[in-house]
């Protein structure tokens, strides 16, 4: 029978990489979380409105570490080894267990573009996905438009398997949303 693994709740997993320490969002993270937050480079692509105020980074952060708490979703921050630096945050936004599914999402700081950060971390959460939390697939939604996400995914082995027109109705307006899958291939 296949089962998820419901132990990695007990405790918060944080992941380490060569150049990255992954671990959960505290509340002196709400500075850094609320400047990416606000940019337009960052939100380009993705149809949510942008914080207004500190006071909502801190509801962010909460609302993240709840979704651990109640076992629906893992979000880590992601800090470069070298000089200890917020650069952006990743992971499960949902878990379907009945499924053995989730759905993967981030951001990165501006500066920190280009230097290959994005992939080292979410080669860490995929890893952690099939191989600890016991996933069959990881799920990316993600705006046809954002062409660095989509070659960031294809990379890693994501292949598209769907393409909604006027999927998200986003300020005024009807926007695409096309889903990008990753299977659990298992040794048989």
């Given at each position: ?47 949510r ?5 500190i ?63 994005a992939k080292?971390a ?26 660095s996400?989509?070659?960031l ?10 393409h ?12 695409d949303?096309a ?7 298992k040794?048989t």
């Amino acid at each position: 029978m296949f089962t998820l693994n419901n132990n990695i709740f007990k405790e918060f997993p944080n992941i380490e990489t060569n150049r990255l320490t992954l671990r959960s969002l505290n509340l002196t993270d709400a500075e850094t979380i609320f400047e990416m937050r606000t940019n337009d480079r960052i939100s380009e692509f993705i149809p949510r409105h942008k914080l207004q105020k500190i006071e909502d980074a801190i509801s962010l952060i909460k609302k993240t570490n709840n979704l651990f708490q109640s076992k629906q979703g893992i979000g880590w921050a992601g800090f470069t080894k070298e000089g200890n630096h917020l650069i952006g945050t990743c992971g499960f936004n949902k878990i379907d267990f009945e499924n053995f599914r989730a759905e993967i999402g981030g951001e990165m700081s501006v500066s920190y573009w280009g230097r290959n950060y994005a992939k080292e971390a979410v080669e860490a959460i995929i890893d952690f996905g099939f191989k600890k939390l016991k996933l069959n697939s990881i799920e990316a939604r993600v705006s046809p438009e954002n062409r660095s996400v989509i070659y960031l995914l294809k990379k890693l082995g994501f292949t598209k398997e769907a393409h909604f027109r006027q999927y998200v109705y986003f300020n005024n307006d009807f926007l695409d949303l096309a889903i990008f899958t990753l299977h659990n291939e298992k040794e048989t």
